[in-house]
């Protein structure tokens, strides 16, 4: 991975996380795990009336696994629930490479991950916040899964 | 020995000189003389062996049979009726595991190593489910040694099968087989050895070791890969059932029942993989012609530059044995406050090939008390120079995740 744009995103989210800390208020939390690389993350949500109110991660991991999830809050910190579902079905098909321009601009920072579609190895770590961040609001994705 | 000329063998890292290939622990890469003899074999003696009454049959049978032959002089079994092959060291511990079961009552204990790759651990946890027998672990201790007092508080009268890797894939330690082996016979127990990372490197003489089982790969000795080896005392692969059943291991079948293929072909049910066979054994005739003691010796020379490389870089972790010469060219480290799939994937942008993760062997790692790790492994082609790139590289690893230092 060359690419040093990617690598500044990457490390800035890892080294110095915004939302990487306890959310005593939330209302929603849910444990997200790679057994095989040994990310760990717990997500916590605070959401009323359908709005991400606020959001936090614990956890350790690799600096893929952090700096996404760290992204992740930062886009849907403030935004309906529908929208945060809609932003990560456009995060997970960017890394599977198939996302439009406009597509990629909607995801603004997070956007950098884009590289990880050339990385099978490492789309697990990507996308582990916004995989936990879909079963956690959306019931349906739960009762589906399990 | 010119090991310039030797690394010129290897097809693969001819053509890319600028590939660091450091991972020859998880498989190693293959000289020509291997990819050779395979297309040789398909070219020239194809057909279905053990089957056939024509002479291309008998040639395809012959190639396979002298493979086996050539197995067997490689470890010291005393005969061919010894060497099963199966897919790989999984398979053959696998087929161990399962076919011993019926020695087992419960309240008998199996005892394995917290070292233990995943492959000669959870077919024994299958084993002692089956059973109803224990499963008790040998501890080691935080270098990766372990003492007779840990065997002995593992080991004891109820315990049937002692299973042990001789040389750890995490931690490189080589264990003392032949003292434990004997020490488990002196209980009344079998030994089973795991030799996947021992027998690439140095000379194995199951005899000498006095194991009643040996399970090894072929494609981490420059062999194919879906070929491995299960050496076992022929008078327990005779009391043993069959592992696999179908084509090929009978001898009579009636509609109720059937009786079995003398050994080795009770074991090797279905059409057997003789290309993988055949490349096995040039393998095999490879490592005699660079001669076994020139493998290690150089082996051990490489391990001695990598560890003081390793030691030199700041942050760096290394685990297992403080003394270069107890590693067999296995050294697994972490770099503080960067996770290990960020280091491979540091090193990947070198076009450094090292691997990462828990290695198969999670009890270990919990036992280590990490997650995961990195590790980097030696082959007797690798270069002093991709040593030194390594440690060049490694050393960029924190600034270029975002450290000041």
Same mark, same amino acid.
């Given at each position: ?6 690598? &500044? ?17 939330? +209302? ?42 760290? #992204? ?5 910190? %403030? ?9 990560? $079905? ?10 439009? &321009? ?6 603004? $920072? ?23 961040? &879909? ?12 | ?67 086996? $032959? ?23 511990? +696998? ?19 917290? #070292? ?17 027998? =224990? ?50 016979? !002196? ?42 080896? /299960?050496?076992?005392?022929?008078? =327990? =692969? ?5 592992? /696999? ?16 293929? &003398? ?12 290309? %993988?066979?055949?490349? =096995? ?29 390793? !030691?030199?870089? @700041?942050? /760096? ?45 999670? @009890? ?42």
């Amino acid at each position: 991975m060359q690419n040093s744009f990617y690598r &500044e995103i990457v490390n800035d989210h890892n080294l110095r996380p915004a939302h990487k800390h306890d959310l005593p208020g939330a +209302n929603m939390e849910l444990r997200g795990v790679n057994p095989s690389c040994g990310d760990d993350i717990t997500l916590f949500l605070y959401i009323e009336d359908g709005i991400i109110k606020d959001g936090a991660f614990t956890g350790d991991g690799c600096a893929i696994s952090q700096a996404s999830a760290d #992204m992740m809050l930062d886009l849907i910190i %403030g935004k309906k629930k529908e929208e945060a579902l809609h932003l990560s $079905e456009l995060f997970l098909r960017m890394i599977k490479g198939s996302v439009s &321009e406009s597509e990629l601009d909607e995801l603004e $920072e997070a956007g950098a991950l884009i590289d990880i579609s050339h990385m099978p190895a490492r789309v697990k770590c990507a996308v582990l916040g916004w995989h936990t961040m &879909e079963s956690l609001i959306d019931p349906k994705l739960i009762e589906s899964e399990a | 020995m010119n090991w310039n000329d030797v690394r010129k063998d290897f097809p693969l890292l001819v053509s890319d000189p600028s590939l660091c290939y450091l991972d020859s622990s998880a498989t190693a890469q293959k000289p020509c003389c291997v990819l050779d003899a395979m297309r040789k074999y398909y070219e020239e003696s194809n057909a279905n062996p053990l089957r056939g009454l024509y002479d291309l049959s008998q040639a395809a049978t012959d190639a396979y049979e002298d493979s086996r $032959e050539a197995v067997r002089s490689f470890i010291n079994a005393k005969s061919t009726k010894e060497i099963i092959f199966t897919r790989n060291a999984s398979e053959s511990l +696998n087929l161990a595991a399962f076919c011993l079961t019926e020695r087992l009552c419960p309240g008998d204990e199996i005892a394995i190593t917290i #070292m233990e790759h995943h492959s000669d651990l959870i077919p024994w946890q299958m084993t002692a489910k089956r059973s109803g027998a =224990l499963l008790r672990f040998i501890e080691c201790d935080e270098e990766g040694l372990i003492t007779d007092e840990a065997f002995d508080a593992a080991v004891g009268e109820k315990t049937k099968i002692v299973a042990m890797t001789q040389v750890s894939n995490v931690l490189g330690v080589r264990n003392d087989i032949k003292k434990f082996a004997e020490k488990a016979h !002196k209980l009344g127990a079998l030994f089973v050895c795991d030799g996947a990372q021992s027998v690439p490197h140095f000379r194995v003489d199951v005899q000498a070791l006095g194991v009643d089982f040996l399970a090894f790969s072929g494609h981490k000795m420059c062999g194919p890969m879906g070929i491995g080896v /299960l050496y076992g005392r022929e008078k =327990l =692969l005779e009391e043993m059932p069959p592992f /696999l059943t179908g084509g090929e291991m009978i001898e009579y079948v009636t509609r109720e029942g059937a009786t079995w293929a &003398e050994l080795p072909h009770k074991f090797e049910a279905g059409t057997v993989n003789a290309g %993988g066979a055949v490349g =096995l054994a040039a393998a095999i005739d490879y490592y005699n012609k660079i001669g076994r003691e020139n493998i290690e010796a150089r082996e051990q020379y490489l391990g001695n530059i990598a560890f003081e490389a390793l !030691k030199s870089v @700041p942050h /760096l972790n290394l685990l297992g044995p403080r003394e270069a010469s107890l590693h067999n060219g296995i050294f697994t480290f972490t770099i503080d406050g960067v996770h290990p799939h960020d280091i491979a994937e540091i090193m990947n942008a070198d076009r450094i090939c090292i691997r990462a993760g828990h290695h198969c062997a999670q @009890p270990l790692m919990k036992f280590l008390n990490t997650p995961s790790t990195a590790r980097v492994s030696l082959m007797f082609y690798n270069t002093e120079e991709e040593i030194l790139r390594l440690e060049e590289s490694l050393k960029t690893v924190r600034g270029r995740m975002g450290y000041a230092e």
